[in-house]
């Protein structure tokens, strides 16, 4: 079965995306930590990112670069954190975080929540 992620780049669960290209996929965290909290995936799934090959892990990482560019001016952070965490979706998957302090990336903490509006609004401004 299909992971979420992988249903997700299909169009079978919606997304607020903020980017794709042919390999790669970014959509807001539904359970952001900060404003613009952002996951990038790989569409083809592979559950552990370092059995990616190469090229997929290295492109995958240049997709993310772009990303938090975008993520650092509309946002105005110090730095973007980029976070590989997470076994609850079989997905390699990186966080790309918005971080004015390392409390900023505390996956403890309770998550944010903004409406579908504000969601889209969001995405927008990475855009």
């Not at 560019?69 to 979706?89: R, S």
């Not at 409390?103 to 309770?110: A, I, L, M, S, W």
């Amino acid at each position: 079965m299909a992971s979420i992620f992988s249903r997700i780049v299909k169009g079978e669960i919606p997304s607020y995306k903020v980017a794709e290209d042919e390999n790669y996929y970014a959509f807001l965290d539904i359970n952001p930590l900060v404003e613009g909290h952002t996951l990038v995936i790989p569409k083809r799934e592979e559950d552990y990112i370092f059995d990616l090959s190469d090229e997929e892990l290295s492109g995958m990482v240049v997709f993310a670069k772009r990303i938090a560019e975008k993520q650092k001016a509309a946002f105005g952070c110090k730095k973007v954190a980029m976070v590989v965490l997470g076994l609850e979706v079989p997905h390699a998957h990186i966080h790309l975080i918005p971080m004015n302090s390392e409390g900023d990336v505390d996956f403890r903490k309770e998550k944010l929540s903004f409406t579908s509006e504000e969601f889209v609004a969001i995405a927008e401004k990475i855009q």
